[in-house]
Structures are given as structure tokens and as C-alpha cells.
């Protein structure tokens, strides 16, 4: 067998060591009840470490040991210090039909996208390109946390929110995450068109 992962170096040295591991173990916990990307100071709130080095050299270790392990789960690092657990993409075809129901049907997440590319935008001419339809969706993203917006003069100005580019795995800087949006809109309905394709083949079947 291999060497021994990075928890069981850690648990069976000092006192010291010890608190290590359970920093580790309370870091990977954090991460499995999120579901979304974590930043340092969200991750040390949990294990009670200020130090944002200390909570980065922790979550690489548990990264790596994720790594080495043999296991549907991974964690990643990604842009502004953040990590995140999540399923690896090999498994997701075979489970998808098993996930809960997506946070957004296909036309809320039309206008979710208009404002993601085009923010800051006024809410009329949110209304003009998306239709009437529209102000429920805007009502919908707002309760879900995913968009916010402010007054200028007679009309509302919509941008996303930092939950927002958390549930899709973005960047916080908004030029980064519309380098990255394109992709991530670009492959939603082709999943949810697999999904439901699935789930009316399953439904025949019985």
C-alpha cells in the first residue's frame, strides 16, 4: 500500500498534530455541507483559525489527500482563495436523475443570464429584452439571493451577488466571472434537457 494520507500523518503525532487533523476534518465538513466554494475566512470561522495561511495549508492538504483517495468526491482550489467539494465530472451522467430539483427553471435562468452579462442594468431594459414574464423572474432571483439591486432615478439597476458567482462556481471579480459565464450558461439547458430525457426513459421503463 501507499504511504499514509495526510489525516493519518497528522492524528498519530503530537497534541499539536492532533488539533491539526481536527482542523482537517472540521474543514472537510464545512466544505460537504456547503455544496458551494468556501473563502479562507469562512473556512477558519468554522475550525477557529485567524491565520488565512494556516487555513490554506490545511484545505491543500485535504485537497491532496482527496487526490489520492479512490473516491466520487474531489475538492478544488479556485480563483480568490476559495474552495469548494463537489461530485467529479465522470460520475454526473450516471447520478444526475438522483440530484434535488434545480434552484431555477429554463426561463429564470434566461434572465438571470441577460443581467449576469450585461450588469449593472437597468430593470426596463431587463423587461424589454426578456418580456412581462420578466418581473416575476426578477422577484424569484432577488428571494433566491442571486441577484440585488438599487434606485437610480425612476428605474431599478440589477447586478448578481456574491452568492451568486458561489452557486455557480465563479470568480468574485466581475470581469473574470463573465469570462466564465458563457460556458457555464452554455452548458445548463444542455443538462437539463439530458435530465429530463432521462427521467422519461426511466418512466417508461417501469
Known sequence: MNGKNQREKVLETSEEGKLEGQNLILL???????GRPLDLKTL????????????????????KEYKERNTALEILEL??????????????????????????SMGPLKTLSYIAYRQPVQQKLVIEARGGHA???IRALREAGLIEWEKDSKTRVIRTTDYFADYFGLSHDPKAAKQQMRRIFDEIPRRME???????SDDSAR
Open 194 to 200: 439530458t435530465t429530463a430525457l432521462q427521467g422519461h
Open 79 to 104: 480563483e480568490d482563495e476559495r474552495f469548494v467539494m463537489q461530485l467529479k465530472a465522470a460520475f454526473s451522467p450516471r447520478v444526475r436523475r438522483l440530484a434535488v430539483r434545480p434552484l431555477l
Open 135 to 137: 418581473y416575476a423572474h
Open 28 to 34: 472537510e465538513a464545512a466544505l460537504y455541507v456547503a
Open 44 to 63: 477558519g470561522s468554522v475550525a477557529g483559525i485567524r491565520s488565512k495561511r494556516t487555513v490554506k495549508d490545511i484545505a491543500r492538504g485535504l485537497l
